[in-house]
Nanobody
Framework: QLQLVESGGGLVQPGGSLRLSCVASGFTLDSYAIGWFRQAPGKEREGVSCISSSGGNTNYADSVKERFTISRDNAKNTVYLEMNSLKPEDTAIYYC?????????????WGQGTRVTVSS
Protein backbone atom coordinates (compact mmCIF):
# COMPACT_ATOMS: atom_id res chain seq x y z
CA GLN A 1 0.00 0.00 0.00
CA LEU A 2 1.32 3.37 -1.00
CA GLN A 3 1.87 5.60 1.99
CA LEU A 4 3.43 9.00 2.46
CA VAL A 5 4.27 10.36 5.88
CA GLU A 6 5.18 13.98 6.51
CA SER A 7 7.14 15.20 9.51
CA GLY A 8 9.10 18.21 10.69
CA GLY A 9 6.31 20.65 11.33
CA GLY A 10 6.03 22.69 14.49
CA LEU A 11 5.91 26.16 15.98
CA VAL A 12 8.51 28.63 14.79
CA GLN A 13 8.97 32.37 15.14
CA PRO A 14 8.77 34.66 12.12
CA GLY A 15 12.06 34.63 10.29
CA GLY A 16 12.82 31.12 11.46
CA SER A 17 13.35 27.90 9.53
CA LEU A 18 11.96 24.41 9.37
CA ARG A 19 12.70 21.37 7.26
CA LEU A 20 9.81 19.11 6.34
CA SER A 21 10.31 15.52 5.30
CA CYS A 22 8.09 13.25 3.22
CA VAL A 23 8.92 9.57 3.53
CA ALA A 24 7.38 6.90 1.34
CA SER A 25 6.56 3.37 2.35
CA GLY A 26 5.17 0.58 0.25
CA PHE A 27 6.78 1.97 -2.89
CA THR A 28 9.94 3.64 -4.03
CA LEU A 29 9.82 7.34 -4.77
CA ASP A 30 12.38 7.36 -7.54
CA SER A 31 9.82 7.18 -10.36
CA TYR A 32 7.42 9.74 -8.90
CA ALA A 33 7.25 13.49 -8.98
CA ILE A 34 6.55 14.74 -5.47
CA GLY A 35 4.66 17.87 -4.64
CA TRP A 36 4.23 19.85 -1.45
CA PHE A 37 0.91 21.54 -0.80
CA ARG A 38 -0.49 23.51 2.09
CA GLN A 39 -3.86 24.47 3.44
CA ALA A 40 -4.25 27.38 5.79
CA PRO A 41 -7.28 27.74 8.07
CA GLY A 42 -10.29 28.85 6.07
CA LYS A 43 -8.42 28.74 2.77
CA GLU A 44 -8.19 26.47 -0.23
CA ARG A 45 -5.32 24.06 -0.57
CA GLU A 46 -2.51 25.48 -2.67
CA GLY A 47 0.54 24.06 -4.36
CA VAL A 48 3.83 25.07 -2.82
CA SER A 49 6.51 23.23 -4.75
CA CYS A 50 7.16 20.16 -6.85
CA ILE A 51 10.18 18.12 -7.85
CA SER A 52 10.56 15.64 -10.70
CA SER A 53 11.57 12.04 -10.10
CA SER A 54 15.21 12.71 -10.96
CA GLY A 55 15.30 15.98 -9.07
CA GLY A 56 16.28 17.79 -12.23
CA ASN A 57 13.14 19.93 -12.41
CA THR A 58 11.59 21.93 -9.62
CA ASN A 59 8.95 24.59 -9.38
CA TYR A 60 7.70 26.91 -6.67
CA ALA A 61 4.71 29.07 -5.91
CA ASP A 62 5.57 32.75 -6.20
CA SER A 63 4.81 33.22 -2.52
CA VAL A 64 7.66 30.91 -1.47
CA LYS A 65 10.29 31.49 -4.16
CA GLU A 66 13.71 32.39 -2.77
CA ARG A 67 12.62 31.16 0.67
CA PHE A 68 11.75 27.47 0.22
CA THR A 69 13.86 24.75 -1.36
CA ILE A 70 12.63 21.32 -2.40
CA SER A 71 15.04 18.41 -2.68
CA ARG A 72 15.01 14.66 -2.66
CA ASP A 73 17.15 11.73 -1.62
CA ASN A 74 15.89 8.73 -3.54
CA ALA A 75 18.24 6.44 -1.66
CA LYS A 76 16.38 7.40 1.52
CA ASN A 77 13.00 7.41 -0.21
CA THR A 78 12.52 10.93 1.10
CA VAL A 79 11.67 14.38 -0.22
CA TYR A 80 12.43 17.50 1.77
CA LEU A 81 11.09 21.02 1.91
CA GLU A 82 13.52 23.46 3.46
CA MET A 83 11.63 26.55 4.59
CA ASN A 84 13.52 29.71 5.53
CA SER A 85 12.49 33.26 6.41
CA LEU A 86 9.14 31.95 7.52
CA LYS A 87 6.21 34.35 7.73
CA PRO A 88 2.95 34.13 9.66
CA GLU A 89 1.17 33.61 6.34
CA ASP A 90 3.10 30.35 5.90
CA THR A 91 1.04 28.89 8.75
CA ALA A 92 -0.79 25.87 7.37
CA ILE A 93 -0.96 22.12 7.27
CA TYR A 94 1.60 20.92 4.77
CA TYR A 95 1.01 17.81 2.69
CA CYS A 96 3.16 15.87 0.26
CA UNK A 97 1.73 13.97 -2.67
CA UNK A 98 3.04 11.65 -5.37
CA UNK A 99 2.48 11.84 -9.14
CA UNK A 100 3.25 8.55 -10.89
CA UNK A 101 3.29 10.28 -14.29
CA UNK A 102 6.20 12.44 -13.13
CA UNK A 103 4.47 15.59 -14.41
CA UNK A 104 3.69 17.46 -11.17
CA UNK A 105 0.05 17.40 -12.27
CA UNK A 106 -1.64 14.15 -11.26
CA UNK A 107 -1.26 13.51 -7.55
CA UNK A 108 -2.88 10.25 -6.61
CA UNK A 109 -1.31 9.50 -3.22
CA TRP A 110 -1.32 11.92 -0.32
CA GLY A 111 0.08 12.05 3.17
CA GLN A 112 -1.81 13.07 6.29
CA GLY A 113 -0.01 16.37 6.70
CA THR A 114 2.20 18.12 9.21
CA ARG A 115 1.23 21.37 10.88
CA VAL A 116 3.42 24.45 10.61
CA THR A 117 2.68 27.46 12.80
CA VAL A 118 4.64 30.67 12.40
CA SER A 119 3.99 32.97 15.31
CA SER A 120 5.80 35.07 17.86
Amino acid sequence: QLQLVESGGGLVQPGGSLRLSCVASGFTLDSYAIGWFRQAPGKEREGVSCISSSGGNTNYADSVKERFTISRDNAKNTVYLEMNSLKPEDTAIYYCAADDRDLCLYFGSWGQGTRVTVSS
